[in-house]
C-alpha cells in the first residue's frame, strides 16, 4: 500500500529498505561483488552528483558499481540503502579518505561532491533522490561519529549492512540515531504566529522549533518551547506531517497548536522577534507578495506549516 504523499523535501524515499537482508552477510556480500549493485559515494558527508547533461535538464545522482566505489577507497564505510524500484540494490560509500577525489582522484571528471543542503534547495535533483541521499547522508555520518563504543571506549566494528556499530570488548551494540525536533505554528482563530531568528535572512519569519527532550510527549514538547521562546500558551496540539533533515540526524516534527490568547514575549534568546500574522498576509506571503516579510521556502517544513494553516487545515 502507498502512502499518501508527504510535501516535505527529503520525505517520500523510494526504496525497499529490505532490512531482512541486513543480518544476512551472504546476500549483502553476494550483491557487493556484483557490478549491477550501485553505490553512491560520499565524501566529506557530500554525495557524488553528476553535472546537467543539457541546460535545465537537471543533475543526477553519482550511482556506479559499488565494487568501484568500494576499490576507490576501501577502508570507508559502506551502508546498505535498499532496493530500487527495478530490483537494484542500493549501498553509500564513504570515500572521506581520499584527498582531491573529484580533482585528482578515481572520481575525476564525472562531476562533483555538493553539500546536500544546497542542492536540495536549488531544486537539481528529483526529490525521490533527495529523500535515498538524505538516508545515506545520515548513516555514513552516524558511522563518522561513533567509531567509539559509548559504554567503554572500545573501537566499534559496522555490523548488519551498517545499521549496528557493535563493540567487540563491552558487546554493547549501538544503533543510527534520529534526533526528534518539533516544529509548530501557534494559531489563534484567523492568526498564525511567526518569529525571527537574529540570525535569518532580513525580513523572514519563521516557525518556532526545539529538539524533543527524555521523557516528554511531542505534544509537551510543543507546548513548552512556546512558553519558553514567546510565552505563548497552548491547550491543542495537532501533527501535521514529519521531515528528515540530515543535519546532522533531526526528523523535524511539523505541528500547529492552537493558544489560548494572543498574548505573547519573546524571550530574546532563541527568537529575536515574533508577531501574528493573518491568513490573508501569510497567504499573500506564500505567493511572495507579502509587505515587508517572507516565509521560508518549500524546501523548509515551515513554509508547509504556514501553507496548511491558510488552506484552512
Ligand atoms: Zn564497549
Known amino acids: 500500500m502507498a502512502l499518501e504523499a508527504n510535501p516535505n523535501i527529503f520525505a517520500n524515499n523510494p526504496l525497499d529498505r529490505a532490512g531482512h537482508f541486513r543480518t544476512n552477510p551472504d546476500w549483502i556480500a553476494e550483491k557487493l561483488a556484483d557490478s549491477a549493485s550501485l553505490a553512491v559515494p560520499l565524501w566529506n558527508l557530500k554525495p557524488l552528483v553528476l553535472p546537467e547533461e543539457q541546460p535545465g535538464a537537471g543533475k543526477d545522482v553519482g550511482w556506479l558499481p559499488v565494487n568501484m566505489v568500494q576499490a576507490a577507497n576501501p577502508s570507508g564505510t559502506t ?20 584527498k582531491d577525489p573529484e580533482g585528482d ?78 516544529i509548530m505554528l501557534a494559531t489563534y482563530g484567523d492568526k498564525a504566529f511567526l518569529g525571527r531568528q537574529k540570525i535569518f535572512p532580513k525580513g523572514m519569519y519563521s516557525a518556532a522549533a526545539g529538539f524533543v527532550e527524555p521523557g516528554e510527549s511531542i505534544e509537551e514538547a510543543v507546548a513548552r518551547e512556546l512558553d519558553e521562546e514567546a510565552k505563548i500558551d497552548v491547550k491543542s496540539v495537532r501533527y501535521h506531517s514529519t521531515q528528515p533533515w540530515p543535519f546532522p540526524s533531526s526528523l523535524m516534527i511539523g505541528c500547529i497548536a492552537e493558544a489560548t490568547s494572543e498574548d505573547f514575549e519573546i524571550d530574546g534568546i532563541e527568537l529575536s522577534e515574533g508577531r501574528w500574522f493573518t491568513r490573508d498576509e501569510l497567504a499573500a506571503a506564500l505567493d511572495g507578495k507579502a509587505d515587508g516579510f517572507f516565509v521560508p521556502p518549500a524546501f523548509a517544513i515551515a513554509h508547509h506549516l504556514v501553507k496548511a494553516f491558510v488552506e484552512g487545515w
Open 79 to 98: 551502508v546498505f540503502l535498499g532496493i530500487n524500484r527495478r530490483g537494484k540494490p542500493l549501498f553509500a560509500h564513504d570515500v572521506s579518505s581520499l
Open 105 to 182: 582522484g578515481p572520481f575525476k571528471g564525472m562531476g562533483g561532491f555538493e553539500d546536500l543542503r544546497a542542492v536540495g534547495m536549488m531544486g537539481e535533483l528529483p526529490n525521490t533522490e533527495l529523500a535515498i541521499l538524505a538516508q545515506a547522508k545520515a548513516m555514513i555520518d552516524w558511522h563518522a561519529r561513533h567509531g567509539h563504543c559509548a559504554v567503554c571506549g572500545a573501537q566499534t566494528e559496522v555490523a548488519e549492512a551498517g545499521y549496528k556499530r557493535a563493540c567487540p570488548s563491552c558487546k554493547a551494540e549501538h544503533f543510527p540515531r534520529t534526533d526528534p525536533v518539533v
